[in-house]
């Protein structure tokens, strides 16, 4: 036993760069694998096909967490992503999707959760410019592959221009968004005046409108173009 | 066209940290709708990785799945059959009493999930290290197997206050304001800094906390004796256990405690078993030893290693052991205790 002293790393260094002897080596991240995803969803299709009932609990069990995690990056409120979520599994089980779609189960409710969390943004964005533009309300299946990436970097925007707000108005907005305090509470808790919590979310509202009315444009574009 | 993206690249895309380059890429790469599947995928990993709201589903699963089994679904009027962004169903657009229905119930969920709502939480997972830049400007570097949680807001006046399990290094800056940065770990051990560079690890049974730079202030509490405090000095480490007795002891190059950040591993006359808990700690990868009596064994030296296998394998050498992949664990088989 006792006690082994090496003097210094670049004798121990050395024996990481042979090729190190291990019956199956752990496997390398970088290479491709020819199947694109491991079809993990095997199982629920299996379900789907024996008891639609028991392949939907599954499905919900399976997705709804990351899928409301990724609404309410957009949303900006825990109600409204849950919401949303949940009427993208009812439409789901309503029109007896699995039988009709081609993709895997999660490719298409990511796309269905994202379009309707952005026909959400867009809507709020419009709301009061009354402009509201209908035909570019995407349905549950309709972005292109150029979309996807847009739709992701929408939500980093969103994210940013929330983050850059100052301290109290992302507090007060944050409040009244994520945690639904009327003003009313948020003025008490915040030792603000009721018309100055106002005039903070309004503020705060428009500086995310500004910051992203832009950015969505080039959406807009994008979708006259197609 | 592109042929494969690493998961790595899609991520960077999602933190919003991927250069334009490997935007064109990953554009170019989508094209073939079979990339599409491997992007949700990923998209579904970071998801996963990088929660937003508690773990909790409310009873939105039980109201889902009494939804499917009713017999006559276009008739629930508790749950309408598509969100239409202009069908006027979100509160601001409602009756005042709908929303003050809804106000009550956002209320209800701001409180059960009131831990989600004003922290951040950033987690890392097995072998993963991730450096964090706070609002303040301080950074943190997480070390693998950790988490912190952050206030989303703070008021001007107050202590920057964070909280962590694992490991991590932080750099703290000074305020204008000379406001008070605390790292909480468990119950019994905080840090109070101004200004300065340290590090904390908060695993198994005890708490280390070593520093760099400045100043910092020890706050732990000791089994009978109530609240007590120790103030560190640049090289000092201190080391609290779970009854909370402290060891203070002087680290020459305390840059041993941050050598993670380089992948490296650091051990000072370490017995093989604390090296194995430490892999476990940081990989989660478990190691079985054939013979009880190699855990004794004591190490020093520095390693670097990028994985749990590359520092396994150096051990190995060291001590003609053999090393074996077990599912996703290892065993040490020493010769002596295996018939050959």
């Given at each position: 036993m006792g006690t082994v002293i090496f003097q210094n790393y670049i004798v121990l260094q050395q024996?990481?760069?042979?090729p190190v002897s291990i019956a199956s080596p752990l496997p390398v991240q970088d290479t491709p694998c020819p199947n694109p995803v491991r079809d993990d969803e095997h199982l629920i299709r299996l379900a789907f096909a024996t008891d639609p009932v028991a392949g939907c609990e599954l499905l919900f069990r399976r997705y709804y967490a990351p899928l409301r995690n990724h609404a309410v990056r957009f949303v900006y409120s825990r109600q409204i992503a849950e919401d949303l979520v949940s009427d993208v599994f009812c439409t789901f089980w309503d029109n007896k999707l699995h039988e009709q779609i081609t993709t895997s189960y999660r490719a298409y409710l990511f796309k269905a959760v994202r379009n309707r969390a952005h026909n959400y943004v867009l809507w709020e964005l419009k709301k009061d410019s009354n402009g509201a533009e209908e035909g570019l309300l995407l349905t549950d299946s309709s972005p292109g592959p150029d979309a996807t990436l847009l739709l992701d970097e929408l939500r980093m925007r969103l994210d940013q221009s929330i983050q850059n707000l100052p301290n109290q108005s992302r507090k007060v907005f944050l409040l009244s968004?994520?945690?639904?305090?009327?003003y009313r509470e948020i003025a008490d808790q915040t030792n603000l005046s009721v018309r100055t919590v106002e005039v903070h979310i309004r503020k705060a509202l428009s500086t995310i409108r500004q910051a992203l009315n832009n950015e969505w444009m080039l959406l807009f574009i994008f979708y006259w173009l197609h | 066209m592109t042929e494969h993206i690493p998961e790595q690249t899609l991520f960077a895309f999602f933190d919003g940290r991927a250069t334009s380059l490997q935007r064109k890429l990953i554009e170019d790469w989508l094209q073939?709708?079979?990339?599409e599947e491997i992007y949700y995928a990923a998209l579904e990993a970071w998801e996963r990785q990088h929660p937003?709201?508690?773990e909790d589903t409310g009873d939105a699963r039980e109201r889902f799945f009494s939804y499917l089994r009713?017999?006559?679904?276009?008739?629930?009027?508790?749950?309408?059959?598509?969100?239409?962004?202009?069908?006027?169903?979100?509160w601001w657009q409602r009756g005042l009493m709908a929303a003050s229905v809804t106000i009550a119930l956002l209320t209800g969920l701001g409180f059960l999930f009131r831990d989600s709502i004003r922290y951040q939480h950033f987690a890392t997972d097995f072998g993963e290290t991730r450096s964090i830049q706070l609002e303040d400007g301080s950074r943190v570097t997480l070390n693998a197997n950790s988490e912190l949680k952050v206030p989303r807001w703070s008021d001007e006046n107050d202590n920057r206050e964070v909280w962590l399990t694992g490991e991590a290094e932080f750099v703290v800056t000074h305020t204008k304001d000379h406001r008070r940065f605390v790292v909480r770990t468990r119950d019994n051990l905080s840090v109070d800094v101004l200004g300065t560079v340290f590090s904390v690890n908060d695993r198994g049974s005890k708490a280390t906390v070593s520093l760099l730079k400045g100043k910092v202030n020890v706050r732990y509490t000791e089994a009978g004796f109530g609240q007590k405090q120790i103030i560190l000095k640049p090289g000092n480490v201190v080391t609290v256990n779970e009854k909370g007795n402290v060891a203070l002891t002087d680290q020459t190059d305390p840059e041993v405690f941050s050598s993670w950040k380089k992948g490296q591993f650091v051990f000072n006359n370490s017995s093989l078993s604390e090296i194995m808990q430490l892999i476990h700690d940081n990989y989660g990868v478990t190691v079985r030893l054939t013979?009880?009596?190699?855990?004794?064994k004591r190490v020093s030296g520095t390693f670097t290693a990028q994985n749990a296998q590359e520092l396994l394998s150096v051990l190995a050498q060291m001590y003609s052991l053999k090393l074996e992949p077990d599912n996703d664990n290892f065993i040490l088989i020493s010769p002596q205790s295996t018939p050959i």
């Open positions: 024996p990481l760069h042979h968004r994520l945690e639904g305090k009327s | 073939n709708p079979a990339n937003q709201l508690n009713e017999p006559s679904r276009n008739a629930n009027p508790a749950f309408p059959q598509q969100v239409q962004p202009n069908a006027s169903r979100f013979d009880p009596a190699l855990g004794q």
